[in-house]
């Protein structure tokens, strides 16, 4: 397959679901596309966001599938706002813009909209395990928390009005607080109630099982792709290629895999782990206590990290594609020359991740000088890319937190960086990302590395600076 050319820029100074394809007279044959086409968008959960050092998002991954079909390269610039990203397309600053665009008479007068069309709702975010409110009626005499200042407060209070009074609406905010915030606390059972959009409360629902999203609180909000008004010949050829079936199909899979599949670890007792002999953690300690000596590391800490992330299975395909007991990344693998024929293969996929620690301790090492701390700073870049923990040791420092400690410091400034007033600071350089799974992560490490030092043996841990 052709590798596709991508370039991904910042615009500094500036900074669901399928349902059809706009129309137009084609210009294709008079208009060629060009070699490089510069994609604007935006940092978002869903859009375009950076994993692991891989380029990630639902956009992204269509924009990238249409520069395919047509042979063509892209480059990217992330502008800091909506506002800002279309305002660069008005200027000419980029070509398209890859990601939600509201189809308003607003933004008729700026940009044409173009691809497939999204539609979306604010729905109510409810605890499934509860008395399921099934009717807007039905919020009379409950307690709903929103935002304060945003659109879902505008809403709901115009749904009160509707109903006649009666819904009891509790504005609440804070300079990190986020709708991915208020609906941790459905699912934790601190809040009952709140509202958020459509698509939000579906890809939040991939890591919250036990939340409801089912009911619609508001008219449907279309969005889609956008080109200058006088791009007709741009938007023809977005709209071409979006209506033909190979597009839908692709769409329809990217769609399940951000909105869709389950986006935590599937700890499932395989036959694996029942042929684990008495006194093993797994079947695989002697990969660990054979590479482990390379890191420095006590042998049952890479266990922890290998249980966390597959639970010692190496069939295991994340929803993101990391693979194998160590869940590398394909582009990780063919960084250190292994590829997809072997990347399952233990050892190799061992040898692999235990290179990964050590090149990401090297960038850590004049960092976090205390080597049990930094520890936790590479557990952390392991799950989330070492980029982003670069980014909230960034924001530590510049926000009165110890840049060298994790707990309580740098483990609350990567919770910033799904937050745009964070993501957006001058000191980040990758964006946006969803922090809370990554401080979970490096609390479960440290569980099991715990449990497995205080139960099984440090047999076989020949190097001295064992943890």
Same mark, same amino acid.
């Given at each position: 397959?052709?590798?596709?050319?991508?370039?991904?820029?910042?615009?500094?100074?500036?900074?669901?679901?399928?349902?059809?394809?706009?129309?137009?007279?084609?210009?294709?044959? *008079?208009?060629?596309?060009?070699?490089?086409?510069?994609?604007?968008?935006?940092?978002?959960?869903?859009?375009?966001?950076?994993?692991?050092?891989?380029?990630?998002?639902?956009?992204?991954? *269509?924009?990238?599938?249409?520069?395919?079909?047509?042979?063509?390269?892209?480059?990217?610039?992330?502008?800091?706002?909506?506002?800002?990203?279309?305002?660069?397309?008005?200027?000419?600053?980029?070509?398209?813009?890859?990601?939600?665009?509201?189809?308003?008479?607003?933004?008729?007068?700026?940009?044409?909209?173009?691809?497939?069309?999204?539609?979306?709702?604010?729905?109510?975010?409810?605890?499934?395990?509860?008395?399921?409110?099934?009717?807007?009626?039905?919020?009379?005499?409950?307690?709903?928390?929103?935002?304060?200042?945003?659109?879902?407060?505008?809403?709901?209070?115009?749904?009160?009005?509707?109903?006649?009074?009666?819904?009891?609406?509790?504005?609440?905010?804070?300079?990190?607080?986020?709708?991915?915030?208020?609906?941790?606390?459905?699912?934790?059972?601190?809040?009952?109630?709140?509202?958020?959009?459509?698509?939000?409360?579906?890809?939040?629902?991939?890591?919250?099982?036990?939340?409801?999203?089912?009911?619609?609180?508001?008219?449907?909000?279309?969005?889609?792709?956008?080109?200058?008004?006088?791009?007709?010949?741009?938007?023809?050829?977005?709209?071409?290629?979006?209506?033909?079936?190979?597009?839908?199909?692709?769409?329809?899979?990217?769609?399940? *895999?951000?909105?869709?599949?389950?986006?935590?670890?599937?700890?499932?007792?395989?036959?694996?782990?029942?042929?684990?002999?008495?006194?093993?953690?797994?079947?695989?300690?002697?990969?660990?206590?054979?590479?482990?000596?390379?890191?420095?590391?006590?042998?049952?800490?890479?266990?922890?990290?290998?249980?966390?992330?597959?639970?010692?299975?190496?069939?295991?395909?994340?929803?993101?594609?990391?693979?194998?007991?160590?869940?590398?990344?394909?582009?990780?693998?063919?960084?250190?020359?292994?590829?997809?024929?072997?990347?399952?293969?233990?050892?190799?996929?061992?040898?692999?991740?235990?290179?990964?620690?050590?090149?990401?301790?090297?960038?850590?090492?004049?960092?976090?000088?205390?080597?049990?701390?930094?520890?936790?700073?590479?557990?952390?870049?392991?799950?989330?890319?070492?980029?982003?923990?670069?980014?909230?040791?960034?924001?530590?420092?510049?926000?009165?937190?110890?840049?060298?400690?994790?707990?309580?410091?740098?483990?609350?400034?990567?919770?910033?960086?799904?937050?745009?007033?964070?993501?957006?600071?001058?000191?980040?350089?990758?964006?946006?990302? *969803?922090?809370?799974?990554?401080?979970?992560?490096?609390?479960?490490?440290?569980?099991?590395?715990?449990?497995?030092?205080?139960?099984?043996?440090?047999?076989?841990?020949?190097?001295?600076?064992?943890?």
């Amino acid at each position: 397959m052709k590798r596709l050319p991508v370039i991904i820029a910042s615009l500094l100074s500036a900074a669901g679901m399928w349902m059809g394809c706009a129309g137009g007279h084609s210009n294709l044959s *008079r208009h060629p596309l060009p070699d490089t086409l510069v994609v604007g968008t935006v940092y978002s959960p869903t859009s375009f966001f950076i994993m692991r050092g891989d380029t990630m998002g639902y956009d992204y991954d *269509r924009i990238c599938d249409f520069a395919r079909s047509r042979g063509i390269g892209l480059k990217f610039v992330v502008a800091r706002s909506l506002t800002a990203l279309v305002d660069s397309l008005r200027h000419h600053h980029v070509d398209l813009v890859a990601c939600e665009i509201p189809i308003t008479a607003e933004y008729r007068q700026l940009v044409l909209s173009c691809g497939a069309v999204n539609e979306t709702h604010q729905v109510l975010i409810q605890h499934a395990g509860d008395s399921i409110v099934t009717d807007v009626t039905q919020l009379v005499g409950r307690d709903v928390y929103v935002e304060r200042g945003t659109k879902y407060e505008s809403r709901l209070r115009n749904l009160d009005s509707e109903l006649g009074g009666g819904i009891r609406i509790h504005p609440i905010g804070g300079d990190t607080l986020m709708p991915e915030d208020l609906i941790a606390m459905v699912q934790n059972r601190q809040l009952p109630l709140t509202i958020v959009d459509s698509d939000i409360a579906m890809f939040n629902h991939t890591y919250y099982d036990s939340i409801d999203i089912g009911l619609k609180v508001s008219f449907p909000q279309r969005s889609s792709w956008a080109v200058r008004i006088e791009d007709q010949w741009l938007a023809d050829s977005i709209n071409a290629w979006s209506s033909s079936g190979n597009a839908q199909a692709y769409s329809k899979t990217a769609l399940r *895999r951000y909105f869709e599949l389950s986006k935590g670890l599937q700890h499932t007792d395989t036959a694996m782990r029942r042929t684990v002999p008495p006194g093993d953690i797994s079947p695989y300690d002697d990969l660990f206590k054979k590479y482990s000596p390379q890191l420095g590391w006590d042998w049952r800490l890479l266990a922890a990290i290998a249980y966390t992330e597959s639970n010692f299975d190496p069939e295991v395909v994340s929803w993101a594609g990391a693979r194998g007991i160590m869940q590398l990344m394909p582009s990780t693998a063919a960084g250190y020359g292994l590829d997809m024929e072997h990347i399952t293969d233990p050892e190799q996929n061992v040898r692999v991740a235990v290179l990964t620690l050590i090149d990401i301790e090297k960038m850590l090492a004049q960092r976090i000088v205390n080597p049990d701390e930094r520890i936790k700073f590479i557990v952390a870049s392991y799950n989330a890319g070492v980029g982003h923990v670069l980014d909230a040791i960034e924001l530590a420092r510049k926000y009165d937190k110890d840049p060298n400690l994790w707990n309580g410091n740098v483990e609350e400034a990567i919770l910033w960086k799904a937050n745009p007033q964070y993501y957006n600071d001058s000191v980040c350089h990758y964006g946006y990302f *969803r922090g809370r799974q990554t401080v979970a992560y490096v609390a479960e490490v440290e569980q099991h590395y715990l449990f497995y030092k205080n139960k099984y043996h440090k047999s076989n841990q020949t190097d001295k600076k064992q943890r």
